[in-house]
C-alpha cells in the first residue's frame, strides 16, 4: 500500500497570512492527489483533486502543486473559516484510499 | 439539494453488529460510487470501504475485511455498511462519501465530492 505523510503535524498562524502544507508519497503517483478540509463537526470537503484543480465553489487563495512523490496545499490570505485540519489522499493504488495523518491548522 | 445523511450508529458491545445507513438526495444516486470513511477519536481519517455504482464491485480495507459488508439500493437511494464482530478500535464516526467517478478504475482520479455528516459508532466491552 501506498503511505503518505503530511508535514508538518500542526501550524499556527494568523488571518491572512500565506500557509503551504505538505503531503509526501511513498511512491509516485502521478498527480493522483486529492485535498480535503475537515473541521470539527462538519462533513470533510473536497478542496482540490488531481493534485491542482480547484473542486467548485472552492475559493480561489486554495492551490495545490506538485509531482511524482511530494505535493503541497497553498492557502492565500487565511480566513477565520480556513482553521481547520487538512488532509491529503492518494487515489493512484486503490484500494484502499491511503488518507496522509492530517495537519491541524490553528489560529496563532 | 445534493445531500447524504448518515443514520444507524449507537453504542454496541464487543462482537456485536449494527448497520449503518446513508441517504442520498439531490443527484442521480445509482451513477456514482461510494464511499464509507471513519474517523477514530483523536486520529485523521481512514478509508473503509467502496461500492460501483451498480453494486457489481466491492472494495475494503485490510481492517474490515470479513467483517464490514457494503451495499446499496439504488430504488431507494441509499448506501448501507452491515458492520459485525465489532472490535473497540472500531469506536468511530462514520461518513459516506460519493466518488466522483461511477467505479475505481485506472486512470479515474477518484475524489469524494460530497460527504455526509456522519454517524458515531461506539463499541464498548
Known amino acids: 500500500d501506498i503511505q503518505m505523510t503530511q508535514s508538518p503535524s500542526s501550524l499556527s498562524a494568523s488571518v491572512g497570512d500565506r500557509v503551504t502544507l505538505t503531503c509526501r508519497a511513498s511512491?509516485?503517483?502521478?498527480?493522483?492527489l486529492n485535498w480535503y478540509q475537515h473541521t470539527p463537526g462538519k462533513a470533510p470537503k473536497l478542496l482540490i483533486f488531481a493534485a491542482f484543480s480547484l473542486q467548485s465553489g472552492v475559493p480561489s487563495r486554495f492551490s495545490g502543486s506538485g509531482s511524482g512523490t511530494e505535493y503541497t496545499l497553498t492557502i492565500n490570505s487565511l480566513q477565520p473559516d480556513d482553521f481547520a485540519t487538512y488532509y491529503c489522499?492518494?487515489?493512484?493504488?486503490?484500494?484502499?484510499?491511503?488518507f496522509g495523518q492530517g495537519t491541524k491548522l490553528e489560529i496563532k | 439539494q445534493v445531500q447524504l445523511v448518515e443514520s444507524g450508529g449507537g453504542v454496541v458491545h464487543l462482537g456485536e453488529s449494527l448497520r449503518l445507513s446513508c441517504a442520498a438526495s439531490?443527484?442521480?444516486?445509482?451513477?456514482?460510487?461510494f464511499h464509507w470513511v471513519r474517523q477514530a477519536p483523536g486520529k485523521g481519517l481512514e478509508w473503509v470501504a467502496a461500492?460501483?455504482?451498480?453494486?457489481?464491485?466491492?472494495y475494503y480495507a485490510d481492517s474490515v475485511k470479513g467483517r464490514f459488508t457494503i451495499s446499496r439500493d439504488n430504488s431507494k437511494n441509499t448506501l448501507f455498511l452491515q458492520t459485525s464482530s465489532l472490535r473497540a478500535d472500531d469506536t468511530a464516526m462514520f461518513y459516506c462519501?460519493?466518488?466522483?467517478?461511477?467505479?475505481?478504475?485506472?486512470?479515474?482520479?477518484?475524489?469524494?465530492?460530497?460527504w455526509g455528516q456522519g454517524t458515531m459508532v461506539t463499541v464498548s466491552s
Open positions: 489522499q492518494q487515489s493512484y493504488s486503490v484500494p484502499p484510499h491511503t
Open positions: 461500492i460501483s455504482y451498480d453494486g457489481s464491485n466491492k
Open positions: 439531490g443527484f442521480t444516486f445509482n451513477t456514482y460510487a
Open positions: 462519501a460519493r466518488d466522483q467517478f461511477s467505479d475505481l478504475l485506472p486512470d479515474y482520479i477518484n475524489a469524494f465530492d460530497i
Open positions: 511512491q509516485s503517483i502521478n498527480n493522483f
